[in-house]
């Protein structure tokens, strides 16, 4: 089945203990981002990575840090959470830059963290 | 910049009755547009898109989208509400032509009353 895993689904955790949060797609695909979901401000783009190697800042970068290091995998780290990163935060995947028109967007279903 | 705006936070309709959830965006070029649903304790779940072609487009779980250049609007409709529509709609756009960031809405919540 083709799908975005990410884990964990629920993590709470305490200011500054660094966490990462894994994301991983089977659909080969080169585009992946991650978002995090909050009341009243919908979907923000955190980072994203049109391919093995290259990332960039979306609208809402400070705090997080990503890696591409292989196609399939594109995790989120926070080096020092703090109460403001509560959130939801999702990773996408698309065929986005592969030549196809096809820009759906393929979510994760989601990890809720909770920062102390 | 690109924005997309929803401005009903909650629409409520009668199981039965037509639904319309609300979408204007702004974008340079020609716009690409979509309709993503959530539900509770789900990720994002895409429905339709525009990219050319006939304004009214056909999607997922019998939803469609009309797509209105003069008034920049992508508005997603359903004829006959079902109470398990219930859910979180977002509307995104993004620009054609190379890498284009892509904009969500920041969602409207379909109440359907049995």
């Known amino acids: 089945e083709a799908q975005v895993t990410q884990n964990p689904r629920y993590l709470i955790t305490v200011t500054g203990k660094k966490l990462t949060v894994t994301c991983s797609q089977n659909?080969?695909?080169?585009?992946m981002s991650w978002y995090r979901q909050d009341p009243g401000l919908g979907l923000r783009q955190i980072y994203y990575s049109m391919n093995v190697e290259v990332t960039d800042k979306g609208d809402v970068p400070e705090g997080y840090k990503v890696s591409r290091k292989e196609k399939r995998n594109f995790p989120l780290i926070l080096e020092s959470p703090s109460p403001n990163q509560t959130s939801l935060y999702f990773c996408?995947?698309?065929?986005?830059?592969?030549?196809?028109?096809?820009?759906?967007?393929?979510f994760g279903s989601g990890t809720r963290l909770t920062v102390v | 910049a690109q924005s997309v705006a929803q401005p009903e936070d909650q629409v409520n309709v009668a199981e039965g009755n037509p639904l319309t959830v609300k979408c204007t965006y702004s974008?340079?070029?020609?716009?690409?547009l979509f309709w993503y649903v959530q539900y509770p304790n789900r990720g994002l779940q895409f429905l339709l898109k525009?990219?050319?072609?006939?304004?009214l487009v056909k999607g997922s779980y019998g939803f469609e989208a009309e797509f209105n250049k003069s008034q920049t609007s992508f508005h997603l409709k359903k004829p006959s509400a079902l109470v398990s529509d219930s859910a979180l709609y977002f509307c995104a756009v993004r620009g054609s032509g190379g890498y284009q960031k892509v904009t969500f809405g920041i969602g409207t919540k379909l109440q359907v009353i049995p």
């Open positions: 974008v340079s070029g020609n716009p690409y």
């Open positions: 525009y990219i050319t072609g006939d304004n």
């Open positions: 659909m080969n695909h080169e585009y």
């Open positions: 996408a995947s698309s065929l986005e830059g592969q030549g196809a028109r096809n820009y759906g967007y393929t």
